[in-house]
């Protein structure tokens, strides 16, 4: 093949090399659209939950989407929550991703015992580790009733897990 003044003869495995990589990043293309619909999707969610708050009970437990806004009144079982372990904070991210000066610590789950007598967990936010998991932070919060707005969502998944060990006995866990 001829082109300009020079003559192209490409060989067998530059060709096959070049298709190799052609289909490749056509499938990488692929998947970033793919993505980017699911992203696309999940805004969407989080747009139609934001414009509602449904108030979340017994009826309508399992049929609400993930990340609806709801409203709910109970109160907390001081007795029986959850410290869920290496949760790093995410206040400030480096341009890598990384949480820029980040810190261990746990995220606190806490059973909130609906007027209706249904039990929710409730993720009440992340605590800074102490100086050893000998000292667990104070986390007690009163029993009175009240009333709490959030959005469903699943439970939040540890930075690091180490191994399958059972959970320590006793309360918090």
């Not at 869920?84 to 990384?98: C, F, I």
């Not at 009440?124 to 969502?153: D, T």
């Amino acid at each position: 093949m001829q082109i300009g003044g020079r003559h192209f003869k490409p060989s067998l495995f530059g060709t096959l090399a070049t298709l190799f990589m052609l289909s490749v990043l056509i499938s990488l293309g692929l998947w970033q659209l793919r993505r980017a619909d699911e992203k696309a999707a999940l805004l969407d969610r989080l747009q139609s939950g934001m414009s509602t708050t449904q108030q979340l009970g017994a009826a309508n437990i399992d049929t609400l989407p993930l990340l609806q806004q709801v409203s709910v009144s109970g109160h907390y079982d001081d007795a029986r929550q959850i410290l869920l372990d290496n949760m790093w904070s995410s206040r400030h991210a480096d341009v890598n991703g990384r949480a820029a000066g980040a810190q261990p610590g746990f995220n606190v789950l806490t059973p909130l015992v609906l007027d209706d007598g249904h039990t929710v967990l409730v993720n009440r936010g992340w605590v800074p580790l102490g100086p050893s998991r000998q000292n667990l932070p104070a986390i007690s919060v009163a029993g009175n009733s009240r009333s709490i707005r959030g959005r469903i969502s699943n439970l939040p998944q540890p930075g690091i897990r180490l191994s399958n060990n059972a959970a320590a006995a006793g309360w918090p866990r």
